[in-house]
């Protein structure tokens, strides 16, 4: 593979491994183990000195790593490390580097699962764990301290999409010796330059833009090779959060048409926000890639396009927001994002239902945001049919 392959490249043929057969699509090795020649051949492969070979599917199958390696090259990334699903990625990060009496700064505004995390089970453990607003410079610089072990965010924060400034909380955590950990999936690996920007972990969850059309759950731990095979692989190969080989081919198939997907799919975010800018119906149309957006400088700077998710926020509150779901006909009412089909969710009374209101309010969860996923669809036939269902509400 060579390194100066441009992305679209990269993510067709990087880390590609053929079978004695030379087979044109990947190969699903659905094998949980390996067989060894000889007794002394297993002995061999079991030294930590020993030949770099498959021994076990929980730490290392033919079909995953040309899945960690197609995306480590895709991200810029020294490698990789897939997982079962995002939280796993999430969760198997945080735990292999973090122990009783580290210190965690994090942004406030996470996706529920990974608050859970960080403040129920990384607590449980004795990390000590503080959230800030993730837009605040200041707020980062003064809750990161010198015995701060890791910096958590999501560069785009669900379902509000305000922006982490990557580069400038690397910088703070930097100087204070933590390291970045960031939850990249709202930016996709398509728009991603964390690593470039200074993060040193990245992580995404698959079951979105990867494999995009809702099929399968995954994740994937990126950073560098001391990192994932020094600590993030004997934490996962001991506990068993690994990629099953038939998700990783998945995964792989999702690499190869994900840049014109994603692409596509942010094209009509972009033409969709601009058409529903100052809708009577309408409280606020909230996307990055609109010139209105209090971060759009960063969000070009940071990803170069404004992503595939766009939010609404109706100004009937709860029951004009409903109206408005069940009057859609081309989007589905769900909680994916990064698929093919457009997808609507109210995150207030779902994937944030259980957060006090008091956490809503400070987050900007009101009764009348709607999160919609931009699919794959003509934009014009998602205009018509928001507009339709905006009206007489
Ligand atoms: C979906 C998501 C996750 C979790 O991923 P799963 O594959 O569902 O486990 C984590 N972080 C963010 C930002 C997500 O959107």
């Not at 995390?117 to 990390?127: K, N, S, T, Y």
């Not at 950990?181 to 690593?195: C, G, L, Q, R």
């Amino acid at each position: 593979m060579s390194n100066d392959w441009h992305p679209r490249t990269k993510a067709i043929h990087a880390g590609t491994r053929r079978s004695q057969y030379g087979e044109v699509s990947e190969a699903i090795f659905l094998t949980q183990g390996f067989v060894y020649e000889t007794a002394e051949h297993a002995e061999a492969r079991f030294l930590e000195s020993g030949p770099d070979e498959f021994i076990y599917a929980r730490y290392g199958n033919p079909t995953v790593a040309m899945f960690e390696d197609r995306i480590a090259a895709l991200e810029g990334a020294e490698d990789a490390f897939a997982t079962a699903s995002g939280m796993a990625a999430v969760s198997g990060a945080l735990t292999a580097m973090l122990k009783a009496g580290d210190h965690v700064v994090s942004a406030r505004a996470l996706f529920g699962s990974c608050l859970y995390v960080l403040e129920d089970v990384l607590a449980r453990f004795g990390v000590e764990v503080t959230l800030v607003d993730g837009t605040d410079l200041a707020a980062w610089e003064a809750a990161i301290r010198p015995d701060t072990k890791a910096v958590f965010f999501e560069s785009v924060s669900n379902p509000t999409l305000q922006l982490v400034d990557i580069k400038s909380v690397s910088e703070l955590a930097h100087a204070q010796g933590a390291l970045v950990v960031v939850d990249n999936v709202f930016a996709t690996p398509e728009f991603s330059k964390a690593i470039a920007q200074g993060a040193d972990v990245v992580i995404y969850s698959a079951t979105k833009h990867i494999d995009g059309q809702g099929r399968a759950l995954g994740g994937v731990i990126l950073g560098t090779r001391d990192f994932i095979r020094g600590t993030v692989e004997p934490y996962m190969k001991h506990t068993g959060g690994s990629m099953s080989p038939f998700t990783a081919w998945v995964m792989l198939k999702g690499l190869e048409t994900m840049s014109l997907r994603v692409r596509a799919q942010a094209a009509s975010a972009q033409t969709i926000a601009e058409a529903l800018q100052g809708h009577e119906a309408l409280e606020t149309v909230i996307y990055p890639g609109l010139a209105d957006h209090p971060q759009n400088a960063l969000a070009l700077s940071q990803m170069g396009a404004g992503g595939t998710v766009l939010t609404l926020v109706l100004k009937g509150g709860k029951d004009a927001a409903f109206k408005f779901l069940n009057a859609i006909q081309v989007g589905v009412i769900s909680n994916n994002l990064g698929d093919a089909k457009t997808i609507l969710t109210h995150p207030a009374t779902t994937t944030h239902q259980r957060l006090p209101q008091d956490q809503k309010d400070l987050l900007g969860i009101a009764p009348g945001l709607v999160r919609i996923s931009i699919g794959l669809e003509d934009p014009q036939d998602l205009i018509a049919d928001i507009r339709q269902a905006l009206t007489d509400l």
